[in-house]
């Protein structure tokens, strides 16, 4: 097999270098509108088969769910962070009065909820539980909530923690994560997997 050597590819007519080789592999190319986006850090959490519960209350305040949480120092302040999480449980109440959101914490400086804007008595959200079975008994019957590619402007160097966060909107009850509400050894009782993960994206 040949391998060519190169530091650069040009057209015989461009007055100018259209394909540039770096040494570590990557290539710039010189017409391409708006540059290309690539991935410089992927961070995950760590523990994603805890389980547990946390207490949720009708005042609109968001709550963190233990270990759904991971840290990314971007390179420049100029990257995007691109947000995922999966996160798995049962509600003590209906799933349409429960939602989740992502909580943004820039070491020495400010702390801010990525959501949907409130208006009046409407709550603002970033997902919620996808619906599906719903025993009567909220007792056996998990759902997953999703956010897939969310993509933020931080505009910081300093590490950033993301935290995933989940409140009731109506009344008082509990968030049961990675896991039913009854704890029976039953096959109709299921454990399961919740996660985060952030990716840094450069110019």
Same mark, same amino acid.
């Given at each position: 097999?040949?391998?060519?050597?190169?530091?650069?590819?040009?057209?015989?007519? $461009?007055?100018?270098?259209?394909?540039?080789?770096?040494?570590?592999?990557?290539?710039?190319? $010189?017409?391409?509108?708006?540059?290309?986006?690539?991935?410089?850090?992927?961070?995950?959490?760590?523990?994603?088969? $805890?389980?547990?519960?946390?207490?949720?209350?009708?005042?609109?305040?968001?709550?963190?769910?233990?270990?759904?949480?991971?840290?990314?120092?971007?390179?420049?302040?100029?990257?995007?962070?691109?947000?995922? =999480?999966?996160? =798995?449980? *049962?509600?003590?109440?209906?799933?349409?009065? =429960?939602? =989740?959101?992502?909580?943004?914490?820039?070491?020495?400086?400010?702390?801010?909820?990525?959501?949907?804007?409130?208006?009046?008595?409407? $709550?603002?959200?970033?997902?919620?539980?996808?619906?599906?079975?719903?025993?009567?008994?909220? &007792?056996?019957?998990?759902?997953?909530?999703?956010?897939? &590619?969310?993509?933020?402007?931080?505009?910081?160097?300093?590490?950033?923690?993301?935290?995933?966060?989940?409140?009731?909107? *109506?009344?008082?009850?509990?968030?049961?994560? &990675?896991?039913?509400?009854?704890? &029976?050894?039953?096959?109709?009782?299921?454990?399961?997997?919740?996660?985060?993960?952030? *990716?840094?994206?450069?110019?």
């Amino acid at each position: 097999m040949a391998t060519l050597n190169a530091t650069n590819l040009k057209h015989a007519s $461009s007055s100018s270098n259209n394909i540039v080789l770096a040494a570590d592999g990557s290539t710039t190319i $010189s017409n391409l509108s708006g540059g290309v986006g690539k991935i410089k850090q992927v961070k995950t959490n760590t523990t994603r088969n $805890s389980t547990g519960s946390v207490h949720c209350n009708p005042t609109k305040t968001y709550v963190d769910i233990p270990d759904q949480n991971v840290t990314i120092t971007p390179t420049a302040a100029t990257s995007k962070i691109k947000i995922s =999480f999966q996160q =798995f449980g *049962e509600t003590s109440n209906s799933e349409h009065i =429960f939602s =989740f959101r992502i909580k943004r914490a820039i070491s020495g400086g400010a702390t801010t909820e990525i959501t949907a804007a409130s208006s009046g008595n409407k $709550s603002g959200v970033l997902t919620m539980p996808l619906l599906g079975y719903e025993g009567s008994d909220h &007792n056996s019957t998990p759902a997953i909530a999703h956010l897939a &590619n969310y993509i933020d402007s931080p505009n910081t160097t300093s590490p950033i923690t993301y935290t995933v966060t989940v409140g009731n909107h *109506e009344m008082t009850g509990y968030y049961y994560y &990675n896991r039913t509400i009854t704890t &029976n050894d039953a096959t109709s009782t299921e454990l399961g997997l919740s996660w985060i993960t952030v *990716e840094e994206v450069t110019a």
